[in-house]
């Protein structure tokens, strides 16, 4: 007896169109499916010129960034190189006492044009005929260089 699986076996036959059949669905440019999601594409340009915009502004922010950090080190070193030229003309006016860090000083010009370092303010001296000028409050820092607390004269 034969068996009905040996006789004329059929083939199968797939009754989709293999025209329409994508061999390789995930790599398709759209959704393959009903339920799938939808891929619209960029339009190059659009992205391109949000993407340029975006790092321009980003960048000219961070340069004025830099621009701001480094005017402010411009005007430390001007200040510094200031203080460095007051401590100068302090230091060859000659000291006839060791000056003490922190302590306030007051910086003259006698009348022959030498300079003078002293403990004592202009509202202290009195009377004196030989008043000499004051042209600043000074103070002594750290470093060893001085810092003009106040100035009272342009000749400093």
Known sequence: M????????????????????????????????????V???ED????????????EQQTQRQMHQIYEQMDLLAKQAKALQARVDVSYKIYLAGLSFEPVIGQVYYFYQRANGSHLVSM???EEWGRSLQKPECLA????????????????????
């Open 44 to 55: 190059k340009g659009k992205l391109q010129g949000r993407s340029i915009t975006a790092m």
């Open 2 to 37: 034969e068996s009905p699986q040996d006789s004329n076996p059929k083939e199968f036959v797939n009754p989709i169109d293999p025209d329409a059949v994508a061999e390789n669905p995930a790599f398709l440019p759209y959704a393959h499916m009903v339920g799938g999601a």
């Open 137 to 156: 409050k000074i103070q002594l820092l750290g470093d060893y260089t001085w810092d003009v607390l106040e100035t009272y004269s342009e000749k400093l």
């Open 39 to 41: 891929i619209r594409p």
């Open 120 to 122: 004592i303010s202009p």
